[in-house]
């Protein structure tokens, strides 16, 4: 990428990103093998979107998922808490209990992910509390487990502003109060972010800017209802590959710049794609997100 354009992109960052963490945490080393990831959460996190991950990461990336619906950490983890479409989001080969799956031990990393909205999952849903508890129970299993939060983002009409959530939650409510506590508890092997919302941000800052080629506006990265009235919260294609990116360039410490870009679903269809184009203007946008946050673990 030519330098002009690597620094208007890196200006659509906000201050409050680069640097930003509430503690310091110490450095992951880059895995030097194919890594086995389970995947806790809902419909942000979906199937497909762990499937374009795979293909990311090529032969020898392995995954198991619990999802459901708007679910939070706590409704996974309590046996008596109802989980929303569990029945029809869970199914082989790709699910696991997730109880049993970080209890075994035997993957290499866990990312999870709260529900939306983060403040009422907070005060709400025991946020703090069950983090720990799917985080300790990682951790007793196998002392090796990268352990992640999956940062997502509010409704595209949120009152305050769907950029404005994604710049002002950062600090005070995914690092503060969501990782900070388990950071206290855990210094040296806590919760690291994969900060997908702060790339898809990023993402539409530049588009909105007239900086990726063929997308111009927030809201393609997002997808459409059946109708065909606009869906303000679940990622289109597009916005899946933006995340699928984000998790593939924080798990394996690796830029994502020349990855394949036209990728299948779940369902072994092709998904829609960026322009070959567009699709190095956003590897280089992701990985610039993720060397700007330090709670990635990822060297800057």
Do not use: C
């Amino acid at each position: 990428m030519k330098r002009r354009g690597f620094l208007a992109m890196l200006a659509l960052l906000p201050a409050t990103r680069v640097g930003a963490s509430s503690q310091p945490v110490p450095p992951l080393t880059p895995p030097q093998a194919p890594l086995t990831v389970f995947h806790l959460g809902h419909s942000l996190v979906g199937s497909d979107m762990p499937h374009m991950l795979a293909q990311l990461a090529g032969d020898g990336h392995r995954w198991n998922s619990q999802l459901g619906s708007g679910t939070s950490l706590k409704q996974h983890w309590e046996p008596g808490e109802p989980i929303l479409d569990f029945d029809l989001v869970n199914h082989p080969p790709n699910y696991r209990d997730a109880r049993k799956a970080l209890g075994s031990g035997d993957y290499d990393a866990v990312v999870l992910t709260e529900m939306v909205e983060l403040h009422d999952a907070i005060r709400y849903h025991g946020s703090v509390k069950y983090l720990r508890r799917w985080g300790d129970l990682a951790r007793e299993a196998n002392p090796d487990t990268r352990l992640y939060m999956y940062e997502t983002w509010h409704w595209l009409d949120d009152p305050a502003g769907w950029l404005q959530r994604i710049d002002t939650d950062l600090e005070p409510l995914w690092l503060g109060k969501l990782l900070g506590s388990d950071t206290r508890r855990n210094p040296k092997r806590p919760v690291y972010l994969i900060p997908a919302g702060q790339a898809m941000a990023a993402v539409a800052r530049a588009a909105e800017a007239g900086q990726v080629d063929g997308l111009t506006k927030r809201q393609q990265l997002f997808a459409l209802e059946p109708s065909g009235k606009q869906d303000k919260i679940h990622f289109s294609d597009l916005g899946g590959y933006v995340v699928a990116l984000t998790h593939y360039a924080v798990l394996y410490h690796r830029s994502p710049a020349g990855l394949p870009h036209q990728l299948m679903r779940a369902d072994s269809t092709a998904a829609n794609a960026f322009t070959p184009t567009a699709a190095r203007q956003v590897q280089d946008i992701v990985w610039q997100v993720v060397r700007a946050q330090p709670r990635t673990g990822v060297a800057p």
